[in-house]
Nanobody, 124 residues
């Protein structure tokens, strides 16, 4: 079983910055892709950014140039970060961490995992 725990959300003024962290734990041999998604009230969950184990990144157009995703695979940490700069009120949402392409320590694939979510609120 894989568990994801997020931290770093909060309240910030427009133009400010926050850094989200997500640590994966459990019987993990490897995780191919880790990413961040967000869901604003009344809206569907949407992709924010992803990063592969090799470091390839993708970003939603709305956050390009403002958000940076990074990942620490050393010592089996499997931790992903999201540095968010120049935040806007429209970035307000619950941010969820996701892990996909997981191989367990028994060398079996398992379904993707989601964190519990962390609230990010940007005031104007």
């Amino acid at each position: 079983q894989v568990r994801l725990v997020e931290s770093g959300g909060g309240l910030v003024q427009a133009g400010g910055s926050l850094r989200l962290s997500c640590a994966a734990s459990g019987s993990i041999f490897s995780i191919n892709v880790m990413g961040w998604y967000r869901q604003a009230p009344g809206k569907q969950r949407e992709l924010v950014a992803t990063i592969t184990s090799g470091g390839t990144t993708t970003y939603a157009d709305s956050v390009k140039g403002r958000f940076t995703i990074s990942r620490d695979n050393a010592n089996a940490k499997n931790t992903v970060y999201l540095q968010m700069n120049n935040l806007k009120p429209e970035d307000t949402a619950v941010y969820y961490c996701n892990a996909g392409g997981i191989i367990t320590t028994s060398f079996s694939p398992t379904s993707s995992a989601w964190g519990q979510g962390t609230q990010v609120t940007v005031s104007s």
